[in-house]
């Protein structure tokens, strides 16, 4: 696990210390769609929270998968990782989010092509496959 910090409305911030494992299940629903109305950004500002109201700093920790995963969306979207935390929790206080099941799953890969002194050149992605373990318990209950 590695431990890092977001920075979250202070109303939420509580509910994430609480229900973060719960929160974290929604990732790759909250990811496929925001893929689907942002395009990856350059020659952008970062986005961050911006709610008006007071901010708190909350202790996480993450797999490695999950912080490589929010970071490589956080860098293709010019977003912070805060505020993909936030759009988690904005989606899991709609309860009919929480009851779906997860169809699809991720997979992140980094590969390194060339890294040097005069250049660093490296791939990030993120894949989403179908969950296929989803798939055979959807189609044992429809028969």
């Not at 609480?18 to 990732?27: E, N």
């Not at 925001?34 to 350059?42: A, E, G, H, I, P």
């Not at 490695?64 to 993909?84: I, K």
């Amino acid at each position: 696990m590695l431990t890092t910090s977001v920075s979250l409305p202070v109303k939420h911030a509580q509910l994430w210390r609480a229900k973060q494992r719960q929160i974290m299940r929604l990732t790759t629903r909250m990811l496929r769609s925001l893929f689907t109305r942002m395009s990856v950004r350059r020659g952008s500002k970062r986005l961050y929270n911006r709610t008006g109201e007071d901010f708190q700093i909350v202790t996480t920790r993450f797999t490695e998968t999950e912080y490589d995963t929010l970071h490589c969306a956080a860098a293709a979207l010019r977003v912070s990782v805060s505020w993909l935390v936030y759009c988690l929790i904005k989606l899991w206080l709609k309860p009919s989010q929480r009851v779906k099941t997860n169809l699809y799953t991720t997979n992140y890969y980094m590969t390194p092509h060339t890294c040097g002194p005069t250049a660093l050149i490296f791939t990030e992605s993120i894949y989403f496959r179908r969950n296929t373990a989803q798939q055979n318990i959807s189609s044992v209950s429809q028969e």
